[in-house]
């Protein structure tokens, strides 16, 4: 039974990725070892290294890709927020404690309304009348 679709491209993967053609090489040479492709003498000769650079190098790419795979949180990541300074932090106590006593002052006026409405409304002004002169005609 012959497989149906596209033909693995192996290491030919790397010639569509963005970077620099040094790079995709070294990437290349690393695949191409580890499918057995080349040997590691050969990649060494044709990158001009030595094989204890080439180990390294494939190592820190290992080790790229594998934290490169680790579980991240889902979604966008959240904003810093910026903590509010020390001043900001006792001018917003102030007002607070400021507000509280407002709402407490309207609090009482209220219930003084309500048990004793005229403490808070005195009475209306009358004004006085003068008395006309009734003159004789």
Do not use: Y
């Not at 680790?70 to 959240?78: K, N």
């Amino acid at each position: 039974m012959s497989r149906r679709g596209r033909k693995p491209l192996g290491a030919a993967h790397v010639n569509h990725l963005d970077g620099t053609p040094l790079a995709k090489q070294r990437l290349e040479l690393i695949l191409k070892t580890m499918r057995g492709e080349l040997t590691i003498a050969e990649a060494c000769h044709a990158l001009s290294i030595g094989e204890s650079r080439f180990h390294a190098m494939r190592n820190q790419w290992l080790q790229a890709s594998l934290e490169s795979l680790e579980p991240r949180p889902a979604g966008r990541p959240c904003k810093q927020v910026e903590l509010p300074s020390a001043e900001e932090v006792a001018a917003l106590e102030a007002e607070n404690q400021e507000l509280r006593e407002r709402v407490l002052t309207a609090e009482v006026r209220e219930q003084l309304a309500r048990v004793m409405p005229h403490v808070l409304h005195d009475a209306p002004i009358k004004k006085k009348r003068r008395a006309r002169r009734r003159t004789a005609r």
